[in-house]
Nanobody, 121 residues
Framework: QVQLVESGGGLVQPGGSLRLSCAASGTIFSINTMGWYRQAPGKERELVATITTAGSPNYADSMKGRFTISRDNAKRTVYLQMNSLIPEDTAVYYC???????????????WGQGTQVTVSS
């Protein structure tokens, strides 16, 4: 099993910045992808960004240029730096880890509890 603990959410004014962190523990495969998804009230959960073990990032188009994902493999932690925040970024942000088993062709998904980000004046 994998446990994911998010931190760094909160209330921020439009134009402000926040940095989210997610620390992973448990059985983590050497090949994995970590990332962030978000869910706003009344909407489906959507991709924010992911990053592979090798450090290759992938962003949702609407996040490019404002959000930066990074990871520290030694600390088993993924970060999301969010700049130029707008009210539409208000959502619960969820950390995700995918353990990749290439031998069996399987991916195992794990989720954190989520952290609230509110962008409001």
């Amino acid at each position: 099993q994998v446990q994911l603990v998010e931190s760094g959410g909160g209330l921020v004014q439009p134009g402000g910045s926040l940095r989210l962190s997610c620390a992973a523990s448990g059985t983590i495969f050497s090949i994995n992808t970590m990332g962030w998804y978000r869910q706003a009230p009344g909407k489906e959960r959507e991709l924010v960004a992911t990053i592979t073990t090798a450090g290759s990032p992938n962003y949702a188009d609407s996040m490019k240029g404002r959000f930066t994902i990074s990871r520290d493999n030694a600390k088993r932690t993924v970060y999301l730096q969010m700049n130029s925040l707008i009210p539409e970024d208000t959502a619960v942000y969820y950390c995700n880890l995918q353990n990749v088993d290439h031998v069996r062709g399987k991916v195992y998904d794990f989720w954190g509890q989520g952290t609230q980000v509110t962008v409001s004046s």
